[in-house]
């Protein structure tokens, strides 16, 4: 009996001791345990070498000879709901560093299957795990499946969409994750932008036994309420019939960023501190601007009372804000911007191009009727539909409570982080969420901490800015390590398609509410600048660490734990 036990005891050992590379096959694995859903398909591939063109960050950390790993596929649905739902877990073949991580997805997709943010998570040594959501996920800037019929929504993609999924993809994530390399995953994070985000935050509030760590990026908190806001400055211009070009638009936050650009103590191209500038678009009226084709055009009162209304935010008929407007020096026009026109012929013969997450917004979600015509709204339609997509949506995608304190309890720690020049969601939502939970905890930064980026774009990009490439490494030091973030590493990220080690630049990033300073000395260097402001404490934070043990080799920090 006891050498029979022996026995199977040296079988298992020997059986751990085999390369995992070796169970990458469909045989290999049972379906997870996970509540309401029914599986129905498991493959699993090894891929080797595989290679995408790649846009992101965090991406371009990628090697060009490819990545390698195994490829699970899961599908299941919720029996009796027709929403076929499909998990990818992607498994490093080796080098594995005992974390699973959940991958957030972006617009209207909750995942994005085969997506790059999966590929650069596991490019860092992350188990890692994406899902569609039960409907198409290549597709972010269309949702042709919120409805099942003109006037009713489907309401299990919604749901699905709101965050079940993401709670079904982290069971089954990790389960396979755990049969794979036969042992649990040690540590497990969140990490999205944007819808991602949101995900991101919508799991801390709602499922917050899933995950040790959350990072979200740029979240669209009160999914509601900000979707409709998207389209404001769209309708702000049909109610004026004014359609400004892009030069027009560009110049005056332009002139925005040259009034207050300062105000930190140093010229860089961006703004650190937005709220105490105090520039006004009326201010640049007249003015005359050179544009494309030896093109030129002055600067009208239309398009000045265009720009402030973007920068107010939308408001109701009586005045009223209905919700929180954008941050100066943050970009009108863009692929992710709102405030884009088309012009034909000349600079004042333009029409709006809404951003089209918004038409499908008001058409599909709001008014649950894909003939409803946005261009004809008054103002008193537009506040009737701010409120009609808050009522009928906010209890699935608000993700705004503040009530955190599950998340707390439990020992998890989260970060988020927002460009300050996001065009797509502005950084004010993030901030007015943040003081809500601080008003509801004052000790909400022994779990929970915001960071501010100056001059980021929506999720990345932004000239001269400097960006969180680091900030998952900062988020498993606190973790694990119980070493809290007082800023995150902001790098000045090269052009090249792919770097490693090619960083000429960092800065920090504070957390809020404190504010970027500039010390003094070589602008160019890290500890010519520390984090102060409204609860100045002087601190510099973690200012004495260097580019070469952040940015040290594939993993940086976490290639040496
Ligand atoms: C990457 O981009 C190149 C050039 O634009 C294109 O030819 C190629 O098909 C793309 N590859 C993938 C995998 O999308
Ligand atoms: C495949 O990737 C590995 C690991 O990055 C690399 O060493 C190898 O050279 C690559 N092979 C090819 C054919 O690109
Ligand atoms: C992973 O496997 C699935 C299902 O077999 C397949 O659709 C997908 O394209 C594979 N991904 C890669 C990167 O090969
Ligand atoms: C894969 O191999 C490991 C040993 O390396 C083993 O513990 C695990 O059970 C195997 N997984 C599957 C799915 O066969
Ligand atoms: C400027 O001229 C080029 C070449 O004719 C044209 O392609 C481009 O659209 C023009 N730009 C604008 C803003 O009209
Ligand atoms: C702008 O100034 C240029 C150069 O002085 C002039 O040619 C052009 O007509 C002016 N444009 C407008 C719209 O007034
Ligand atoms: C104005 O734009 C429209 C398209 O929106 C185009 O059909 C028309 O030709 C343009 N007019 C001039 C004078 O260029
Ligand atoms: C709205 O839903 C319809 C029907 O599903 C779809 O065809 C359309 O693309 C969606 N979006 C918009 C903007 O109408
Ligand atoms: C937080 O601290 C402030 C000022 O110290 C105090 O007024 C407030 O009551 C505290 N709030 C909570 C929820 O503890
Ligand atoms: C990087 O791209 C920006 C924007 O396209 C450009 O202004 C800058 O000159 C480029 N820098 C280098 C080193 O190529």
């Known amino acids: 009996?006891?050498?029979?036990?022996?026995?199977?005891?040296?079988?298992?050992?020997?059986?751990?001791?085999?390369?995992?590379?070796?169970?990458?096959?469909?045989?290999?694995?049972?379906?997870?345990?996970?509540?309401?859903?029914?599986?129905?398909?498991?493959?699993?591939?090894?891929?080797?070498?595989?290679?995408?063109?790649?846009?992101?960050?965090?991406?371009k950390l990628i090697p060009s000879d490819g990545l390698s790993f195994c490829n699970v596929t899961v599908v299941y649905h919720h029996p009796g709901q027709d929403d076929n739902t499909n998990v990818q877990v992607w498994l490093p073949l080796e080098g594995w560093n005992e974390r699973f991580i959940g991958v957030g997805g972006g617009g209207f997709a909750s995942g994005k299957l085969n997506g790059e943010n999966l590929a650069a998570t596991v490019n860092l040594g992350y188990a890692a795990s994406v899902t569609d959501a039960g409907h198409d996920s290549q597709t972010w800037y269309r949702a042709p499946w919120i409805l099942s019929s003109k006037g009713n929504y489907n309401y299990p993609l919604l749901v699905n969409y709101a965050s079940l999924a993401i709670h079904d993809m982290t069971a089954i994530g990790k389960s396979i994750t755990e049969q794979y390399y036969g042992?649990?995953?040690?540590?497990?994070?969140?990490?999205?932008?944007?819808?991602?985000?949101?995900?991101?935050?919508?799991?801390?509030?709602?499922?917050?036994?899933?995950?040790?760590?959350?990072?979200?990026?740029?979240?669209?908190?009160?999914?509601?309420?900000?979707?409709?806001?998207?389209?404001?400055?769209?309708?702000?211009?049909?109610?004026?019939?004014?359609?400004?070009?892009?030069?027009?638009?560009?110049?005056?936050?332009?002139?925005?960023?040259?009034?207050?650009?300062?105000?930190?103590?140093?010229?860089?191209?961006?703004?650190?501190?937005?709220?105490?500038?105090?520039?006004?678009?009326?201010?640049?009226?007249?003015?005359?601007?050179?544009?494309?084709?030896?093109?030129?055009?002055?600067?009208?009162?239309?398009?000045?009372?265009?720009?402030?209304?973007?920068?107010?935010?939308?408001?109701?008929?009586?005045?009223?804000?209905?919700?929180?407007?954008?941050?100066?020096?943050?970009?009108?026009?863009?692929?992710?911007?709102?405030?884009?026109?088309?012009?034909?012929?000349?600079?004042?013969?333009?029409t709006g191009v809404p951003f089209p997450m918004a038409a499908d917004w008001l058409k599909n979600f709001t008014r649950r009727d894909p003939n409803y015509d946005i261009h004809k709204m008054t103002l008193a339609d537009y506040e009737e539909n701010f409120y009609l997509s808050h009522q009928q949506l906010n209890p699935f995608?608000?993700?705004?409570?503040?009530?955190?304190?599950?998340?707390?309890?439990?020992?998890?720690?989260?970060?988020?982080?927002?460009?300050?020049?996001?065009?797509?969601?502005?950084?004010?939502?993030?901030?007015?969420?943040?003081?809500?939970?601080?008003?509801?905890?004052?000790?909400?930064?022994?779990?929970?901490?915001?960071?501010?980026?100056?001059?980021?774009?929506?999720?990345?990009?932004?000239?001269?800015?400097?960006?969180?490439?680091?900030?998952?490494?900062?988020?498993?030091r606190w973790t694990e390590g119980g070493i809290a973030p007082d800023v995150l590493i902001g790098y000045s990220l090269p052009n090249a398609t792919r770097f490693q080690g090619d960083i000429d630049q960092t800065r920090p990033i504070c957390k809020y509410p404190d504010m970027l300073k500039y010390k003094g000395g070589d602008i160019g260097q890290y500890g010519s600048y520390t984090c102060g402001g409204k609860d100045d404490k002087g601190k510099g934070g973690t200012a004495e660490i260097g580019n070469a043990e952040l940015f040290g080799g594939k993993g940086g920090f976490l290639g040496s734990t």
């Open 183 to 350: 042992r649990q995953a040690k540590y497990s994070y969140f990490n999205g932008c944007s819808t991602g985000g949101r995900q991101a935050i919508g799991s801390a509030q709602r499922y917050p036994e899933d995950y040790d760590g959350i990072l979200a990026g740029a979240p669209a908190i009160n999914n509601p309420d900000l979707s409709v806001s998207t389209f404001w400055a769209q309708s702000v211009m049909d109610r004026l019939g004014h359609y400004p070009s892009k030069c027009e638009l560009d110049a005056i936050n332009r002139l925005s960023v040259e009034y207050c650009d300062a105000l930190d103590g140093i010229k860089d191209g961006f703004i650190s501190d937005p709220d105490n500038c105090n520039f006004d678009p009326q201010s640049v009226v007249g003015q005359n601007i050179s544009c494309e084709n030896d093109t030129s055009i002055r600067i009208s009162t239309q398009t000045a009372s265009i720009a402030r209304a973007i920068r107010q935010g939308p408001t109701s008929v009586s005045g009223k804000s209905l919700w929180v407007g954008t941050a100066h020096g943050t970009p009108f026009t863009g692929a992710l911007a709102h405030a884009n026109t088309l012009c034909v012929g000349s600079l004042t013969n333009c």
């Open 397 to 476: 995608l608000s993700t705004d409570d503040p009530d955190l304190s599950r998340f707390r309890g439990l020992g998890k720690k989260m970060i988020s982080w927002h460009g300050m020049a996001d065009e797509c969601i502005t950084v004010y939502g993030t901030r007015l969420y943040y003081d809500r939970v601080l008003a509801a905890d004052n000790d909400t930064g022994t779990y929970y901490r915001h960071f501010e980026a100056p001059g980021v774009n929506h999720c990345s990009g932004g000239p001269g800015s400097f960006y969180p490439l680091r900030a998952l490494d900062a988020l498993v």
């Open 1 to 59: 009996m006891l050498a029979l036990r022996a026995a199977i005891a040296a079988a298992c050992a020997c059986l751990i001791g085999i390369s995992s590379a070796q169970n990458c096959t469909k045989d290999a694995w049972h379906y997870p345990d996970v509540f309401g859903a029914e599986f129905t398909g498991l493959d699993a591939n090894i891929v080797r070498n595989w290679t995408l063109n790649v846009t992101s960050p965090e991406g």
